[in-house]
């Protein structure tokens, strides 16, 4: 789908989406609607692009790759020289196979992006060029999902829609998040309400904001962009601004040891821009980040380039973290003493020879109405999702720790 800030592609990719969960709400907004500094642009939509010889046989064509096709390139009809052309065609300067991505939302120009072997390749011409595209007023097109919960207090979850063909930055986090959101739908019980959008980068959370900022500042308590979700070559943890969030906590928490790369804040690159300088603590969890692997923005990014495994993983790293924060309490055990656990039938009824007291007297010992699961995990040394909280759970239900 030919995706990009505006256009028929992200209309069809918000209805796919939607098709999956009906509770989709599909946002229109009218170009030239402003947003603090910003403004919705036009709509942008292609029929047809190609660099074609005399012939008529297609040399470099859109239909094939919509990479091929510089982002909001302005229409074309016309026979050109090599000298002519030459100015409006973009090659990576690394890898001589790659299509690179590039777009030029906000200065009309047009151009084609094609793998320098291509442009090795395309002789002397005289070419036919051709871009059947309409830069109209129109609309831009979002996706907001509300899950509520019993609290008015919220989760945000951010990822965009507005890149083409390129399969980790970002068609992985509109999957992953989809089916994220689906499980958000099956939990019952929820403490926060969590907010899901799908949104064009940047312009897209930017009017957001304009929207809705009152209401995110109020009630916002952790929130992630999902950006490159989809390979299996490393882990890498973004912070919020704060650095100190309770989005940050359960992020570092719910990525654990997988943990391979730690970037700063002045290294972010998708819509943590704009909410973290709104005031949001949003932090990401990704696989290989925007801008730290070589198949960034190029059709070296594709489906070749994720894995089923990898997007499961982020999956699951992701309901880790907001296992967390739904938990987040700060637990305090109901006695001054320990309990006399095999009353509960929570001792373990063979005792072995361990040093220390057993995990479960561990995690009450650190129930001081001041430690999280996750400080609890980190003074243990367990994991706070797999086995601190099995255990909370436990004493809970045996009115032992409230939280
Ligand atoms: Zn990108």
């Known amino acids: 789908m030919p995706r990009s800030l505006t256009g028929r592609g992200n209309v069809a990719t918000l209805k796919y989406i939607k098709d999956i969960i009906p509770e989709l709400e599909i946002i229109s907004t009218p170009s030239g609607t402003s947003a603090y500094d910003w403004t919705v642009p036009n709509e942008w939509n292609v029929r047809d692009a190609y660099i074609a010889d005399m012939d008529g046989d297609r040399l470099i064509d859109w239909r094939e790759n919509n990479l091929h ?29 790659a299509i690179p991505y590039i777009t030029s939302y906000y200065k009309a120009r047009w151009g084609f992006c094609l793998s320098q072997e291509q442009k090795d390749t395309l002789g002397d011409g005289p070419f036919q060029v051709f871009i059947d595209s309409t830069l109209e007023l129109g609309h831009m ?17 951010s990822t965009y829609i507005c890149h083409p063909s390129m399969a980790n930055d970002n068609l992985s986090g509109i999957v992953v998040m989809t089916a994220l959101a689906r499980w958000l739908q099956t939990l019952s019980d929820k403490r926060y309400t969590y907010r899901l959008l799908f949104i064009p980068e940047t312009i897209g959370s930017i009017y957001y904001l304009s929207k809705h900022i009152d209401l995110m500042r109020a009630r916002t308590v952790a929130g992630y962009v999902m950006s490159c979700c989809g390979d299996d070559r490393c882990w890498t943890f973004m912070p919020s601004r704060d650095g100190n969030t309770l989005a940050d906590k359960a ?35 990704m696989r290989s980040a925007f801008g730290q692997y070589p198949e ?108």
């Open 69 to 97: 096709l510089v982002g909001y390139s302005t229409p074309v009809n016309a026979t050109m020289t090599r000298e002519e052309l030459e100015p409006h065609l973009y090659t990576h300067s690394e890898i001589p196979d």
């Open 141 to 157: 097109d979002s996706g907001e999902l509300v899950v509520p919960g019993t609290s008015r207090s919220e989760v945000l979850l």
């Open 251 to 285: 992020a570092l928490a719910a990525i654990g040891d997988r943990i391979d790369k730690w970037l700063l804040f002045t290294e972010r690159g998708s819509d943590e821009r704009q909410y973290c300088l709104a005031g949001l603590p949003v932090a990401l969890m």
């Open 296 to 403: 960034y923005h190029t059709s070296k990014d594709g489906l070749g380039f994720i894995s089923q495994a990898a997007l499961e993983e982020t999956l699951l790293v992701h309901q880790r973290a907001i296992t967390i924060i739904e938990n987040n309490h700060r637990w305090k055990a109901n006695l001054p003493c320990e309990p006399f656990l095999s009353k509960h039938g929570l001792y373990p009824t063979l005792s072995v020879a361990q040093s220390g007291p057993p995990d479960i007297i561990n995690i009450l010992g650190y129930c001081d109405g001041n430690n999280d699961i996750v400080d609890i995990a980190e003074l243990c040394g367990l994991d706070p999702v797999d086995e601190v909280l099995p255990i909370i759970n436990e004493l809970k239900k045996h009115f032992l720790v409230s939280g």
